[in-house]
């Protein structure tokens, strides 16, 4: 089975400019996250995702930030205009809501430099 | 919120035995208590979950007291490549199993 797959790996930007990541959740998981990760934490949930609504997005900086999954598959997360404190890794994790422990499966991440 | 503490950091030998203790003492009675691993450069990966008493599978064993106010994770027998950092995370059932991560307990496994 396919792991959660996420694009660019890395990213350096310059502040002010603009930047979008994409992910692609395991076939058939119908919820999907976005977190960040700042160096040294644990991740922050941004933005949560059922089907192609927004479940959770108490903590997506509404100002810059701004995601959507409009076919209720794959989706993506975009930060205009970047700020240095957003550095930090973004994180693309899905789930099923078809039982068992409803784990979340985690990609690997994008790793956004600010400069 | 069910906030959890854990220990920020632990230091171990090859072929001992892991014990990383997390207090939630606000859990509710639909919580499930999780916990997740995370190698450097990689998303974090569920390891084991539990409500009440002992889990056990492959990798790890959750001890969860009667009163759910905090729990164990066991790793037996640690390698080098058990160097990680440990989530403890509650699972609020009632909020679409949202997961709220803190810092985590890094493990180093030393030879």
């Known amino acids: 089975e396919a792991g959660v797959a996420q694009s660019p790996r890395y990213k350096i930007i310059e502040k002010r400019q603009s930047v979008a990541f994409w992910c692609n959740p395991i076939s058939g998981h119908a919820t999907l996250y976005w977190y960040q990760q700042i160096l040294g934490q644990g991740p922050k949930l941004l933005i949560q995702?059922?089907?192609?609504?927004?479940?959770?997005d108490s903590q997506l900086p509404k100002d810059r930030f701004s995601a959507e999954r409009l076919k209720g598959v794959d989706s993506t997360l975009k930060i205009q205009p970047a700020k240095l404190e957003d550095s930090a890794v973004y994180l693309c994790a899905s789930s099923s809501i078809a039982g068992g422990h409803n784990e979340q499966f985690f990609g690997p991440g994008t790793r956004l430099t600010v400069l | 919120l069910a906030k959890t503490t854990q220990p920020i950091s632990m230091d171990s030998y090859e072929g001992q035995e892991v014990n990383i203790t997390c207090s939630h003492n606000?859990?509710?009675?639909?919580?499930?208590i999780t916990w997740y691993q995370q190698f450097p450069s990689q998303g974090p990966r569920f390891i084991i979950q539990?409500?009440?008493t002992k889990v056990t599978n492959e990798v790890a064993s959750l001890f969860i007291p009667a009163d759910r106010k905090s729990s164990t994770l066991s790793l037996p027998r640690v390698s080098l490549s058990d160097t990680a950092v440990y989530y403890c995370?509650?699972?609020?059932?009632?909020?679409?199993?949202?997961?709220?991560f803190g810092g985590g307990t890094r493990v180093l496994v030393k030879p």
């Open positions: 995702f059922q089907n192609n609504g927004v479940v959770d």
């Open positions: 606000n859990i509710a009675t639909n919580d499930y």
């Open positions: 539990g409500y009440k």
């Open positions: 995370l509650v699972k609020r059932r009632a909020a679409g199993n949202k997961l709220t």
